[in-house]
């Protein structure tokens, strides 16, 4: 499973609002999906959960996906962060 880690750097937590409008890459093809996390999509054949950990937002991506693209994602999620926040973030892979 991969999986990143939206980390804010400016500060200690993310003000995203609600999750389920944020975390939503900006340029690829996705369906929002119920499940656990605090938000859900899919893309393809690809789950990807949202939740708000201590850390930071966790990405998990539950099924095939190419790195690249699971990459892509997180950095367009990451940017909606912060264009609709203002603080500064990076995006970490914590698994592969």
Request: hydrophobic letters at 40%; glycine letters at 10%; one cysteine or more.
């Amino acid at each position: 499973m991969i999986e990143y880690l939206l980390k804010r750097t400016d500060g200690d937590w993310f003000d995203t609002g609600d999750m389920s409008a944020v975390c939503r890459p900006s340029t690829i093809a996705f369906e929002t999906i119920d499940g656990w996390g605090d938000a859900r999509i899919r893309i393809g054949a690809c789950d990807v959960a949202f939740s708000y950990e201590d850390p930071g937002i966790q990405i998990s991506f539950e099924g095939k996906i190419d790195p690249d693209l699971a990459k892509q994602v997180a950095e367009e999620v990451l940017q909606r962060i912060i264009a609709g926040s203002g603080q500064q973030g990076i995006a970490v892979q914590i698994s592969w």
